[in-house]
């Protein structure tokens, strides 16, 4: 009987420090996304203005980000293209719905 409660107690302890685990970083990931509110605010605020001065649409602006996010990526444009047209051909066309 002793031997059982020994492997109880142990995965006790094990769940304990699993849930700790889990805390700390839980406790952690908020203080980052709490520090980064304030630049995704800038963010939010920087694409309102292109938008309501004209420079861009929201869909340019999205255009442009997906782009350069592939870019960064050294994406082949090759291969979404490809996967895009195959996409289009078993969905049809998305274009000026």
Known sequence: MKSLKLIDNETNDEEFVREQHVINYLKSLLALEEAMQPYKDQKK?????????????????????????????????????????????????????
């Open 45 to 97: 605020d920087l694409r309102e203005e292109y938008v309501e001065n004209g420079w861009l649409s929201k869909d340019e602006i999205w255009a442009a980000v997906k782009a350069y996010r592939i870019y960064l990526k050294g994406t082949d444009i090759t291969e979404i293209s490809d996967m895009f047209e195959a996409i289009e051909r078993q969905f049809g066309s998305k274009a000026g719905e």
